[in-house]
């Protein structure tokens, strides 16, 4: 049985080209293995290979989605291969993004078995987990050996058309999908089993987890912008010089609150952002370009608005937990309602 | 107001603007410091507008 060709798709940091300042890299076709390509080739031992790898910056795909999937897939499809491995991703968002959507691309277009696999929390695999199998990985590129030992005997069986377990079993995110099977004890007896755990404050695995939509409704408009008071919260980072609260570059255990008062302009001798997930170059010589003061200052003098607000409210969003995202957000949220904010312009890079 | 919008909707954001690019969503270094400012005004009016419209779900505010 002749090897399995893959194909395996990685940003421009796993091909070691550079990190946010060359996350505008396009895209380009190499021959044979690069970077994490290796460990999944170690892992797959005879049965495939990788015959090329695409590398390509995140924020090229994610601020060309359409251009980008045409290139990329483009490349791939000229390497004529059994199976496309893209990533993994771990907690990186734009490139949680770019390996669900060319998983996905692929899948469809060239018709071949596709994987990937990033973390649970990636933006990346909300969008795509019921389009394609994404592999659960740790949080960072420390959980590469973990991912790799999951998306390696997965992505054999996929390339060999093997039948493919539950999630639980397989490694991946549970993607919807249900099979009927008969179980070995009847229902009555597990549902009693687990009430009677309950009862007894032992641990015990739902048959059924509750999902969980966390959506919004959306807030009433805004009668009177005239009257309005309007502040700014963002996600870009955008502190004071020199961070004096310490907000974290990734993972962010915090977020300020800054007083503008008197401010008009944000300028690169008075702030700065904290953000570790994007090239900071641009922020940092004029940071108006992440946290729009100049602007909102200018309707306030012109009575477009009522008032901007005095604080502003900044946290980094670069790998930052959901659970800790919310929990800054429903703090400060008090804070504004109970200062007269009407309304919230957040920004996010 | 994200570059990324698929993401905005994702993570279940009501009213969005889409922005420039992810290191400047704001901003445009290709421009002149005058143009970059039109430019910004011109993005943050459309977020004034968005709040100021109505909406019954997720809605980008091209």
Redesign the interface.
């Known amino acids: 049985m002749s090897k399995i060709r893959v194909v395996h798709y990685i940003n421009q940091f796993f091909a070691n080209i550079g990190g946010?300042e060359k996350?505008d890299y396009q895209p380009e076709l190499r021959q044979g293995i690069v970077g994490p390509g290796l460990a999944l080739s170690a892992a797959f031992k005879d049965e495939a290979e990788i015959v090329a790898t695409v590398i390509c910056g995140d924020?090229y795909f994610?601020?060309n989605l359409e251009k980008a999937k045409k290139e990329v897939i483009q490349m791939v499809a000229s390497q004529k291969p059994d199976l496309f491995i893209a990533g993994p991703a771990f907690n990186a968002?734009?490139y949680g993004?770019a390996c669900g959507t060319i998983a996905d691309a692929v899948q469809a277009e060239l018709g071949i078995p596709v994987l990937t696999g990033m973390y649970q929390e990636n933006?990346g695999a909300?969008?795509f987990k019921t389009k394609v199998l994404i592999v659960e990985t740790k949080n960072s590129a420390a959980g590469m050996r973990d991912a790799v030992g999951k998306m390696a005997p997965l992505a054999l069986k996929l390339a060999r058309k093997e039948e493919i377990g539950a999630s639980s079993e397989e490694g991946y995110l549970p993607n919807g999908v249900r099979k009927n099977f008969f179980e070995t004890e009847r229902g009555s007896k597990r549902a009693v089993d687990m009430l009677i755990k309950k009862l007894a404050g032992k641990a015990f695995t739902t048959e059924y987890p509750m999902p969980n939509f966390?959506?919004?409704?959306?807030?009433?408009?805004?009668?009177d912008?005239s009257k309005?008071t309007?502040a700014l919260v963002t996600s870009?980072g955008i502190v004071p010089k020199g961070n004096p609260d310490h907000i974290e570059s990734s993972s962010a255990s915090r977020y300020g609150k800054y007083d503008i008062d008197g401010i008009y302009d944000l300028t690169s001798s008075s702030f700065q952002t904290a953000h570790g997930g994007?090239?900071?170059?641009?922020?940092n010589?004029?940071p108006?370009?992440?946290l729009?003061v100049?602007?909102?200052r200018?309707?306030e003098k012109e009575g477009?608005?009522g008032k901007l607000h005095r604080y502003y409210y900044s946290t980094v969003g670069n790998g930052t937990a959901v659970a800790s995202a919310v929990k800054f957000a429903s703090q400060f949220s008090k804070e504004l309602v109970n200062d007269g904010v009407d309304?919230v312009?957040?920004?996010?890079? | 107001m994200c570059t990324v919008t698929p993401i905005s909707l994702t993570v279940g954001a009501n009213r969005i603007v889409p922005t420039v690019a992810i290191p400047h969503p704001l901003g445009n270094p290709a421009l002149t410091h005058e143009e970059e400012k039109t430019l910004r005004r011109h993005l943050v009016e459309k977020a004034l507008k968005a709040l100021q419209t109505e909406v019954t779900e997720q809605t980008i505010f091209e």
């Open positions: 946010e996350a924020s994610n601020e968002g734009r993004v933006p909300d969008m966390d959506r919004v409704k959306p807030n009433p408009a805004v009668k912008l309005a309007i870009g994007y090239d900071p170059t641009y922020a010589e004029d108006d370009r992440v729009p100049d602007v909102l200018d309707f477009k608005i309304a312009i957040l920004t996010s890079t």
